[in-house]
């Protein structure tokens, strides 16, 4: 394992302070903590269970009370005169009770819809989460691979360096030709940009994992682990034996029973409904009075609503509702298809990385055995310089290629744990023990 610390010049900088190496468990805690998608799903999650609870006080009796006072006048040519139709004074003070009974099962639909909605909720965090794990986990090792890149880099810069100081000395000597120098030299020239090139490409990377972890006021950022391969036949057996969850597929379902529930409540209005009311109070023509057991009034009773006509909505409602389904099940046909498709690319692909990083694993180990037979016959006479510098040319193009065949390889298993609705954490912590080691 080996530990990394990076000058990020690309971040702002106001203050310094102490460098922590981030392993990837951590650097993806830090990036679900701060991920600005991750906390709007919570806040929208909290928002429905607030909405739940207020939704749940429609189906408790409402009390209310009124107080009024009027001055008023009768017609004298009233059967029913007060006061020979002089104006006089009205007080009222009374209390109005209603408790609804029958709805047409509006109120248990709007509360499963309700109920239904926090699921809904529920599922968007797990996206939240899932696609910022997957960012980390991108940006985290794409910092270990540019720093593996600049390593073989610089010390195929030494040892080209090396090379050259033997070439002069050779050529000084009379033993070598200027031709060896100059071939020298060009690698050196060539070799120089794609240092500059990985360097920028690492602070890029760096400053990418710093504002996912909210570290981009950080004067240094460093990060721990390697990218050695972890026992991916073993992971994915126990992955695969978990029944497998797809967020979008699970939202899907959910808006479509989401939908069959609000349709309960939007049709409820065209059926009757059932509610008790009721009031108590007390009315006099004298404020004095109003405390008097005299001035005392209530009615209770039954209200039954029945509609009879509303201009044919509820057949354009209906033929709305069921256009709207047929659209959601479309929807998650699509859903369904894309990530059948995403599962079969993914499994390709990781399983081309495998090959991939397996070939290039092979080539390195032969690269490093053909530079170790160059540097041997070199030092004895029986090879050339040429050969020499093509096994060496050869071996840094083999490490570069693997380092890159690693890299691709946990992207490549990122993706497909993604795709199969396989729980990321169980795919970090065993990226996690595996750094470790």
């Known amino acids: 394992m080996h530990s990394l610390l990076v000058i990020a010049s690309a971040l702002t900088l106001v203050q310094p302070s102490m460098a922590t190496d981030y392993t990837v468990d951590t650097a993806v805690q830090k990036t679900l903590a701060h991920s600005p998608a991750v906390r709007l799903a919570k806040e929208r999650l909290a928002e429905t269970d607030s909405a739940r609870s207020q939704a749940f006080a429609s189906v408790l009796p409402t009390l209310t009370s009124g107080l009024s006072f009027l001055y008023r006048k009768d017609a004298s040519n009233n059967a029913n005169v007060l006061f020979g139709g002089e104006g006089y004074n009205q007080y009222d003070a009374r209390l109005f009770l209603t408790q609804p009974v029958y709805t047409?099962?509006?109120?248990?639909?709007?509360?499963?819809?309700?109920?239904?909605?926090?699921?809904?909720?529920?599922?968007?965090?797990?996206?939240?989460?899932?696609?910022?794990?997957?960012?980390?986990?991108?940006?985290?090792?794409?910092?270990?691979?540019?720093?593996?890149?600049?390593?073989?880099?610089?010390?195929?810069?030494?040892?080209?360096?090396?090379?050259?100081?033997?070439?002069?000395?050779?050529?000084?000597?009379?033993?070598?030709?200027?031709?060896?120098?100059?071939?020298?030299?060009?690698?050196?020239?060539?070799?120089?940009?794609?240092?500059?090139?990985?360097?920028?490409?690492?602070?890029?990377?760096?400053?990418?994992?710093?504002y996912l972890m909210d570290e981009s006021q950080a004067k240094e950022l460093g990060v721990s682990g390697t990218l050695d391969p972890i026992d991916w036949t073993k992971l994915a057996a126990q992955s695969s034996s978990k029944a497998s969850r797809i967020a979008e597929l699970a939202r899907a379902r959910l808006l479509r029973r989401k939908l069959d529930e609000t349709t309960t409540g939007v049709l409820a209005k065209h059926l009757p409904g059932v509610g008790i009311e009721a009031n108590w109070g007390r009315s006099s023509f004298v404020k004095a009075d109003l405390l008097d057991d005299f001035s005392t009034s209530w009615a209770v009773g039954l209200k039954v609503t029945i509609p009879l006509f509303s201009g044919l909505s509820s057949i354009h409602e209906r033929r709305v509702l069921s256009s709207q389904a047929t659209q959601l099940e479309v929807d998650e046909a699509r859903i369904r298809e894309k990530f059948s498709l995403d599962q079969i690319r993914a499994e390709k692909e990781v399983r081309l990385a495998q090959t991939i990083f397996e070939t290039n694993r092979t080539a390195l180990n032969l690269a490093r055995e053909a530079l170790k037979e160059a540097t041997s016959t070199h030092r004895l006479g029986t090879s050339t310089y040429v050969q020499l510098f093509e096994s060496q040319k050869n071996f840094t193009e083999a490490e570069l290629a693997f380092a890159q065949a690693k890299y691709g390889y946990v992207l490549a298993q990122t993706l497909y744990f993604a795709a199969s609705g396989w729980e990321l954490s169980e795919l970090v912590a065993a990226l996690a023990a595996g750094g470790r080691r």
């Open 104 to 210: 047409g099962g509006a109120l248990g639909a709007a509360m499963a819809a309700l109920g239904t909605e926090r699921e809904i909720r529920d599922q968007d965090l797990r996206i939240a989460e899932r696609d910022a794990t997957v960012q980390a986990l991108q940006a985290f090792y794409a910092t270990i691979y540019q720093k593996e890149i600049i390593e073989r880099l610089l010390r195929e810069k030494e040892r080209l360096e090396q090379y050259l100081g033997t070439a002069q000395r050779r050529y000084r000597e009379g033993t070598s030709r200027v031709l060896e120098v100059l071939q020298i030299k060009t690698q050196l020239a060539l070799l120089l940009p794609k240092i500059s090139r990985a360097e920028s490409d690492l602070q890029l990377r760096t400053a990418e994992l710093a």
